[in-house]
Nanobody, 125 residues
Framework: QVQLVESGGGLVQAGGSLRLSCAASGRSFSSYTMAWFRQAPGKEREFVAAIRWNGGTTHYADSVKGRFTISRDNAKNTVFLQMNSLKPEDTAVYYC??????????????????WGQGTQVTVSS
């Protein structure tokens, strides 16, 4: 079983930046494709970004492309989401997710095997 713990959320003004981190337990982190999803109140959980297990491929939702960057440090079992030029519509709970077995990136919620508890990001106008 893998445990994922997000951190780095908070309140920021529009145009500001935040960096989210997700620390994973266990020894198989380097075999997991990792992703970030988010869920705003009253809305479905939506894909934000993903990074392949070897860091060689990244994938972004159109709404964050050019503003957000996903990266990983396999030596520290951690994945990051750098969020710049934040907008009020980025306000949501952000979740980290892991997909096992050296898989490709995916934007589908159902293809991920492990989830963190989420961290709140609030962007004020």
């Amino acid at each position: 079983q893998v445990q994922l713990v997000e951190s780095g959320g908070g309140l920021v003004q529009a145009g500001g930046s935040l960096r989210l981190s997700c620390a994973a337990s266990g020894r198989s982190f380097s075999s997991y494709t990792m992703a970030w999803f988010r869920q705003a109140p009253g809305k479905e959980r939506e894909f934000v970004a993903a990074i392949r297990w070897n860091g060689g491929t990244t994938h972004y939702a159109d709404s964050v492309k050019g503003r957000f960057t996903i990266s990983r440090d396999n030596a520290k079992n951690t994945v990051f989401l750098q969020m710049n030029s934040l907008k009020p519509e980025d306000t949501a709970v952000y979740y980290c997710a892991a997909r096992r077995y050296y898989s490709d990136t995916s934007s589908s919620y159902s293809t991920y095997d492990y989830w963190g508890q989420g961290t709140q990001v609030t962007v004020s106008s």
